[in-house]
Antibody
Framework: EVQLVESGGGLVQPGGSLRLSCAAS????????MNWVRQAPGKGLEWVSY????????YYADSVKGRFTISRDNAKNSLYLQMNSLRAEDTAVYYC????????????WGQGTMVTVSS | AIQLTQSPSSLSASVGDRVTITCRASQGISSALAWYQQKPGKAPKLLIY???SLESGVPSRFSGSGSGTDFTLTISSLQPEDFATYYCQQFNSYSFGFGQGTRLEIK
């Protein structure tokens, strides 16, 4: 079964750091690009970051550029998001997502992990 | 970055109605647009990719059209399970942004 499972969310103080993980299974992880998408409580979806299959190409949303770092370990079938200098507005459910069977769309999503930034 | 504007932001409709949601891009994106359905507490589900291609397993009452800057998602005959929030997303630039969403509610 194709699956993405996020972990690492929790409560962190403003200015703090957190590292999210996304474990992939059921497909050849190293062949596919990956993304992080977030959703603040009661709000819409916001694309956060993209990483190509080989890690050679990386993009970030302007709202997280310079604070968040996306990475992956193809040997461990895992995707990461290092989040530094966290702000209250970073509070959200964070999803990992990927285009598997289609080129320009996210056809596989994880269940999400909640990040709360609060003192 | 390319901006996507959905309309309406919310919509009330009845079972059996035909519903159309619009997504407008701030610049041309060819057909690099996807539509998703999201229900409360769940991850989004892909409905349409490449503006008009139906994702495998998605009912045929869902359809997408458009290219360039103007796109539509149509549900031909609303079913009870279709009441949800719908988002468009573009893939034509270095940021894969979403529209603000359209909440579809039962009338």
């Amino acid at each position: 079964e194709v699956q993405l499972v996020e972990s690492g969310g929790g409560l962190v103080q403003p200015g703090g750091s957190l590292r999210l993980s996304c474990a992939a299974s059921g497909f050849t992880f190293s062949s596919y690009s990956m993304n992080w998408v977030r959703q603040a409580p009661g709000k819409g979806l916001e694309w956060v970051s993209y990483i190509s299959s080989s890690s050679s190409t990386i993009y970030y949303a302007d709202s997280v550029k310079g604070r968040f770092t996306i990475s992956r370990d193809n040997a461990k079938n895992s995707l990461y998001l290092q989040m530094n200098s966290l702000r209250a507005e970073d509070t959200a459910v964070y999803y990992c997502a990927s285009p598997l069977a289609v080129a320009d769309a996210f056809d596989i999503w994880g269940q999400g992990t909640m990040v709360t930034v609060s003192s | 970055a390319i901006q996507l504007t959905q309309s309406p932001s919310s919509l009330s409709a009845s079972v059996g109605d035909r519903v159309t949601i619009t997504c407008r891009a701030s610049q041309g994106i060819s057909s690099a647009l996807a539509w998703y359905q999201q229900k409360p507490g769940k991850a989004p589900k892909l409905l349409i990719y490449d503006a008009s291609s139906l994702e495998s397993g998605v009912p045929s009452r869902f359809s997408g059209s458009g290219s360039g800057t103007d796109f539509t998602l149509t549900i031909s005959s609303l079913q009870p399970e279709d009441f949800a929030t719908y988002y468009c997303q573009q893939f034509n630039s270095y940021s894969f942004g979403f529209g603000q969403g359209t909440r579809l509610e039962i009338k």
